[in-house]
């Protein structure tokens, strides 16, 4: 289990995306009163900190349930979460020990498919091909 969870506020535009990350990140953020009460830290993104494959705003995961609703039962708050594909494809650009190990475990539980990681790794643009180069080198050579 991660003891941090990315948020991605949805505003206007990019730049109160960033104001709103930023504030996420200095309230909860790691060595925050916040982590220090609960146990876990949450760090503020913008869509300029995760890289994702175009189409992942449709394949966004629905979550709302008892735990998503107030202490008193109202109101009923809901969450959006990456595809799992789209998430391995941001941690994957991104690259880190912590990622790949990340990736590594959803690949062999069998939550995450190697081929289609690969197809939307494909998928980025020129912006960021060379991290998707690295990416699916990682990627290939695991399967070695």
């Excluded at 959803?106 to 494909?122: M, N, Q, S, W, Y």
Aim: hydrophobic share 45%; net charge negative; charged share 25%.
């Amino acid at each position: 289990m991660s003891l941090e969870v990315d948020i991605l506020p949805i505003a206007a535009d990019e730049d109160d995306t960033s104001r709103l990350a930023d504030l996420i990140e200095g309230v909860a953020g790691e060595w925050s009163p916040f982590e220090e009460l609960h146990g876990y830290s949450i760090d503020g993104v913008s869509l300029v900190t995760a890289v994702l494959p175009p189409g992942w705003r449709d394949r966004l995961v629905k979550v709302e349930n008892d735990n998503t609703t107030a202490p008193g039962g109202d109101p009923r708050f809901t969450g959006w979460c990456l595809e799992p594909h789209d998430l391995c494809v941001a941690k994957l650009v991104a690259l880190r020990e912590k990622d790949t190990r990340f990736v590594e475990a959803l690949l062999g539980a069998e939550i995450v498919d190697a081929h289609l990681i690969a197809e939307r790794l494909r998928l980025l643009g020129a912006t960021h091909e060379a991290a998707a180069q690295r990416a699916l080198g990682w990627l290939t050579s695991r399967e070695a």
